[in-house]
């Protein structure tokens, strides 16, 4: 069965600093990835993903993600951090477009002044 | 992109009563809207996926005649949560799927969730 698993429930890091938020899945077949983000008492917003092709996606507010096959990861990164990134971090993955979204466990990743 | 809203945004109830939450796609025809549950500080659990004009399929574990889901329309899912109890209060969250044709694959867009607290 497919799982995604986030290392790391929370993240600490300084404005300005590199953001790096780990994900790995489990897959018999290359899976789509997603990386969403979660604001308090809101629902979720897609922040990127992969399906095919170019295996670096760019996506809002400055994050990306390379998806990387040889090590089962999709991590996400932000090169400087910004206050407003405080939030929480889902990655997640499905089979094909038309499967079942499944879902980490989350990182919540706060940002020092 | 495309939008899906939720109703209520957020729900209070007394224990033993039933509650219906609604999931709208308001701009496109969803024939698949899945239901999540998100208790705080955790991850989402998918609930069940609904298809329009079948029954839903519920994930382990989930009581489908707890948490009853009626796909009646191609742009309307609905949960019903009867007999609710404390232990249902958490975050309710739809996704509806969108076939987009010039791509030939499907999108998933999440609803903004509904917050049940049950007393």
């Known amino acids: 069965a497919q799982s995604v698993t986030q290392l790391g429930s929370h993240v600490s890091v300084s404005e300005g600093a590199l953001v790096l938020l780990r994900c790995n899945y489990s897959?018999?077949?290359?899976?789509?990835l997603f990386w969403y983000v979660q604001y308090p008492n809101q629902g979720l917003q897609l922040l990127l993903k992969?399906?095919?092709?170019?295996?670096l996606v760019k996506g809002i507010n400055g994050f990306e993600a390379e998806f990387k096959k040889s090590e089962t990861s999709f991590h996400l990164t932000k090169p400087s951090a910004h206050m407003s990134d405080a939030a929480e971090y889902f990655c997640?993955?499905?089979?094909?477009?038309?499967?079942?979204?499944?879902f980490g466990s989350g990182t919540r990743l706060s940002i020092r002044p | 992109g495309a939008v899906v809203s939720q109703h209520p945004s957020w729900v209070i109830c007394k224990s033993g009563t039933s509650v219906k939450i609604e999931c709208r796609s308001l701009?496109?025809?969803?024939?698949?809207m899945f239901w999540y549950r998100q208790f705080p500080k955790q991850s989402l659990m998918l609930m069940a996926t609904?298809?329009?004009?079948?029954?839903?399929?519920?994930e382990q574990g989930v009581e489908k005649d707890k948490f009853l889901i009626n796909h009646a329309s191609l742009t309307l899912s609905t949960l019903t949560v009867t007999s609710a109890h404390p232990e249902d209060s958490s975050f309710y969250i739809c996704?509806?799927?969108?076939?987009?044709?010039?791509?030939?694959?499907?999108?998933?867009?999440f609803g903004p969730g509904t917050r049940l607290t049950v007393t």
């Open positions: 897959s018999s077949v290359p899976p789509y």
């Open positions: 609904s298809n329009e004009g079948s029954k839903a399929t519920y």
């Open positions: 701009d496109f025809q969803a024939t698949t």
């Open positions: 997640a993955a499905c089979e094909s477009s038309a499967s079942k979204i499944i």
């Open positions: 992969y399906t095919t092709g170019a295996t």
């Open positions: 996704s509806a799927r969108d076939f987009l044709a010039n791509q030939q694959s499907y999108e998933q867009y």
